[in-house]
């Protein structure tokens, strides 16, 4: 039976240690294999480097075409003293500053107190509309409260955050 465990050992250790020269693959952080880059010379290297950064550069191109900016008209709005329970809108004056149609994919607000409407359609170059913002304390939610509405359109950033802030007494 020793012998046997020895036998079995033994000849795990020699084939899981096989360094020839053809195994050109390695393994990546993600367990998948890449191919050795000693397989290619330094100009095919190079050249590959080469197309790939074009490539890239083409595919930012491509996606900054369709990408717009936008303008709002503040960063936060101030609802000042309220009331729990009680209602209170707002509006925020988005204006796209952009060369392509400005779209608002999302509103997310920071608390299901706080409800943000965004517009229905696309807003055309050098025009505005309005997201709208609902806000509505409960009455365990009392004295400087601060929430957050994050706008998610298709602008190099991504998304940006306007806040609403009142004081519930």
Do not use: W
């Amino acid at each position: 039976m020793k012998s046997i465990s020895i036998l079995v050992i033994t000849s795990f250790i020699l084939f899981s240690c096989n360094n020839s020269s053809e195994n050109k693959t390695t393994r990546n952080s993600n367990g998948g294999s890449l191919i050795a880059a000693e397989s290619m010379s330094d100009e095919e290297l190079a050249k590959n480097l080469k197309e790939f950064e074009n490539e890239e550069k083409l595919r930012i191109q491509k996606e900054k075409a369709t990408m717009s900016s936008m303008k709002i008209d503040k960063e936060m709005h101030d609802f000042g003293n309220v009331r729990p329970e009680s209602d209170n809108t707002c509006r925020f004056k988005v204006t796209n500053t952009g060369k392509q149609p400005l779209i608002i994919k999302n509103v997310e607000a920071s608390c299901g107190c706080t409800t943000p409407h965004k517009p229905e359609g696309p807003i055309a170059p050098g025009e505005s509309d309005f997201i709208e913002v609902g806000f509505h304390p409960s009455a365990t939610q009392l004295n400087e409260i601060i929430k957050t509405v994050t706008i998610t359109a298709n602008i190099p950033e991504g998304s940006q955050v306007v806040k609403v802030r009142a004081f519930v007494q």
